[in-house]
């Protein structure tokens, strides 16, 4: 039996989930199992409920053929659950991440807006172990998306177990045997082709409680946030879970020329801020897709005042910048010393720097007005692909593009990254736009917070993926 510690979450709802809460992310990957699965090698998408699928040469139309291992070769959930899931998570729109990543669904616009839409029109019921998802554009991270703990099938109408009883869900590899208000004990079905024969979770508060429950050896494994890293006999690190940047307002007048811009990136030590204020809790990215050692700023990014100060005698000469503005979220130290920090990098080159804290509330209306100058801002990806970290906050009708990016050459780039399938293509062309994105100087680059679980030394096997998630079939306890 493989004992967690995780933070209980406030809802079983997988739509309703916290993408930053990595027991929530764990708990519902237990829970619930998606059409595919991120095999934790590769990083790509796998089959799990769906058993195979197939899309057409234009990018459009794809078709997910259910896998019939149920009893009496029946589908382990139905092509109706799907669409039922589906229809539910696009509903929120773009309230959250996983129903706006929906967008490119026939349908997505009218059913996100309300009204009398039931459904996604371009989600077809083919037969009981068929379905068919017909897309407005191409989207080749479509089984990428689906993978994700938000996206796990539910039973048509199974709404109304959520607040409490997942014991009736069938569309996992384990079966709740125990529930109560602190501790969830799963046991393994047929299914389930690993070593342990079950999950113990215990529910606790907060992150701490639940290192805390490794250290005394009351469980195998838990989630350890900012500020907990050694509390286990062994730490397990896995790929970045969210990113934490300087983002430019283009629409703001200070802020129009692209020389400016290149010398406040140049103007910032990116590597020394995040080590100082950070430390082990997050690593200094060269990038817009978070991965230790990976350098795709090159010159964009490199910390080089002399630069700065000549690009500003080019552009000022004797006349003195526009002062920029720093928009944080206040009440956080490190927040504050972030802003300040910044602030001061800037001084020393010679651009004015006035400090604007703001609630996370305020922050927010700020960015709606469009009065935010240089801001703080932070992105979570929705599901493991390079395109999640890109498109959303990039494209020039982006949802997320609070930059106020117009530009036709990286939304084509954005469109081909889209209709590419093959993995390596895929990379070489995500790289390409990084770079193009990167050299517009929009973003200041700072740092990535990644998954880390604190482990017994009697535990072994456990490989995170992106959104948090491991592989139980892997893992181990002596």
Same mark, same amino acid.
């Given at each position: 039996?493989?004992? %967690?510690?995780? !933070?209980?979450?406030?809802?079983?709802?997988?739509?309703?989930?916290?993408?930053?809460?990595?027991? #929530?992310?764990?708990?519902?990957?237990?829970?619930?199992?998606?059409?595919?699965?991120?095999?934790?090698?590769?990083?790509?998408?796998?089959?799990?409920?769906?058993?195979?699928?197939?899309?057409?040469?234009?990018?459009?139309?794809?078709?997910?053929?259910?896998?019939?291992?149920?009893? $009496?070769?029946?589908?382990?959930?139905?092509?109706?659950?799907?669409?039922?899931?589906?229809?539910?998570?696009?509903?929120?729109?773009?309230?959250?991440?996983?129903?706006?990543?929906?967008?490119?669904?026939?349908?997505?616009?009218?059913?996100?807006?309300?009204?009398?839409?039931?459904?996604?029109?371009?989600?077809?019921?083919?037969?009981?172990?068929?379905?068919?998802?017909?897309?407005?554009?191409?989207?080749?991270?479509?089984?990428? *998306?689906?993978?994700?703990?938000?996206?796990?099938?539910?039973? =048509?109408?199974?709404?109304?177990?959520?607040?409490?009883?997942?014991?009736?869900?069938?569309?996992?590899?384990? @079966?709740?045997?125990?529930?109560?208000?602190?501790?969830?004990?799963?046991?393994?079905?047929?299914?389930?082709?690993?070593?342990?024969?079950? @999950?113990?979770?215990?529910? !606790?508060?907060?992150?701490?409680?639940?290192?805390? %429950?490794?250290?005394?050896?009351?469980?195998?494994?838990?989630?350890? /946030?900012?500020?907990?890293?050694?509390?286990?006999?062994?730490?397990? !690190?896995?790929?970045?879970?969210?990113?934490?940047?300087?983002?430019?307002?283009?629409?703001? /007048?200070?802020?129009?020329?692209?020389?400016?811009?290149?010398?406040?990136?140049?103007?910032?030590?990116? &590597?020394?801020?995040?080590?100082?204020?950070? /430390?082990?809790? #997050?690593?200094?990215?060269?990038?817009?897709?978070?991965?230790?050692?990976?350098?795709?700023?090159?010159?964009?990014?490199?910390?080089?005042?002399?630069?700065?100060?000549?690009?500003?005698?080019?552009?000022?000469?004797?006349? =003195?910048?526009?002062?920029?503005?720093?928009?944080?979220?206040?009440?956080?130290?490190? =927040?504050?010393? *972030?802003?300040?920090?910044? #602030?001061?990098? *800037?001084? !020393?080159?010679?651009?004015?720097?006035?400090?604007?804290?703001?609630?996370?509330?305020?922050?927010?209306?700020?960015?709606?007005?469009?009065?935010?100058?240089?801001?703080?801002?932070?992105?979570?990806?929705?599901?493991?692909?390079?395109?999640?970290?890109? $498109?959303?906050?990039?494209?020039?009708?982006?949802?997320?593009?609070?930059?106020?990016?117009?530009?036709?050459?990286?939304?084509?780039?954005?469109?081909?990254?889209?209709?590419?399938?093959?993995?390596? &293509?895929?990379?070489?062309?995500?790289?390409?736009?990084?770079?193009?994105?990167?050299?517009?100087?929009?973003?200041?680059?700072?740092?990535?917070?990644?998954?880390?679980?604190?482990?017994?030394?009697?535990?072994?096997?456990?490989?995170?993926?992106?959104?948090?998630?491991?592989?139980?079939?892997?893992?181990?306890?002596?």
């Amino acid at each position: 039996m493989l004992r %967690l510690a995780l !933070v209980r979450p406030a809802t079983f709802d997988p739509a309703a989930q916290r993408l930053t809460s990595s027991s #929530a992310m764990i708990a519902m990957d237990l829970l619930l199992d998606g059409l595919t699965s991120i095999d934790v090698d590769s990083g790509r998408a796998v089959p799990e409920l769906a058993a195979s699928w197939q899309v057409s040469d234009d990018g459009l139309r794809w078709r997910f053929d259910l896998d019939r291992a149920g009893d $009496d070769g029946r589908p382990l959930v139905t092509a109706a659950d799907v669409k039922w899931t589906l229809d539910r998570i696009a509903a929120v729109g773009d309230q959250s991440i996983s129903g706006s990543s929906l967008a490119s669904v026939v349908g997505y616009d009218e059913l996100a807006a309300g009204g009398e839409t039931v459904g996604l029109a371009g989600v077809e019921v083919v037969r009981p172990d068929r379905l068919v998802i017909r897309l407005s554009e191409p989207f080749a991270a479509l089984p990428a *998306l689906l993978a994700h703990p938000t996206f796990g099938i539910l039973p =048509e109408g199974g709404e109304e177990a959520l607040p409490e009883a997942p014991g009736a869900w069938s569309s996992s590899r384990f @079966v709740v045997d125990e529930m109560t208000d602190d501790r969830l004990v799963l046991d393994a079905t047929d299914r389930f082709e690993g070593v342990v024969d079950g @999950v113990e979770i215990r529910w !606790v508060d907060d992150e701490a409680e639940a290192a805390a %429950l490794v250290t005394d050896g009351a469980v195998d494994l838990a989630p350890a /946030g900012a500020g907990l890293v050694g509390v286990g006999e062994q730490e397990i !690190v896995g790929p970045a879970a969210s990113t934490v940047f300087f983002g430019m307002n283009l629409a703001d /007048g200070a802020l129009a020329d692209p020389a400016l811009r290149r010398a406040i990136v140049q103007a910032v030590n990116r &590597e020394g801020l995040s080590a100082d204020l950070f /430390g082990d809790a #997050a690593i200094a990215v060269a990038g817009l897709i978070p991965e230790p050692g990976r350098d795709v700023c090159g010159d964009n990014c490199t910390f080089d005042p002399d630069v700065s100060t000549q690009l500003l005698e080019f552009v000022f000469g004797d006349e =003195e910048p526009p002062t920029i503005r720093i928009d944080f979220v206040e009440g956080d130290d490190r =927040e504050q010393a *972030l802003a300040e920090g910044l #602030a001061v990098s *800037l001084r !020393v080159v010679g651009i004015p720097a006035e400090l604007a804290p703001a609630t996370v509330t305020e922050l927010e209306d700020r960015i709606a007005a469009g009065e935010h100058q240089l801001f703080r801002f932070g992105w979570v990806s929705g599901y493991a692909d390079e395109q999640s970290w890109l $498109d959303s906050l990039f494209r020039s009708d982006g949802p997320d593009n609070v930059f106020n990016l117009v530009d036709d050459g990286i939304d084509e780039m954005l469109d081909e990254l889209a209709r590419t399938e093959a993995p390596p &293509e895929r990379r070489e062309r995500a790289e390409t736009l990084e770079r193009e994105i990167l050299g517009t100087y929009v973003v200041l680059p700072l740092l990535a917070r990644q998954h880390v679980m604190a482990a017994s030394a009697d535990v072994d096997g456990v490989i995170l993926r992106s959104d948090g998630t491991f592989d139980v079939e892997l893992v181990a306890v002596d």
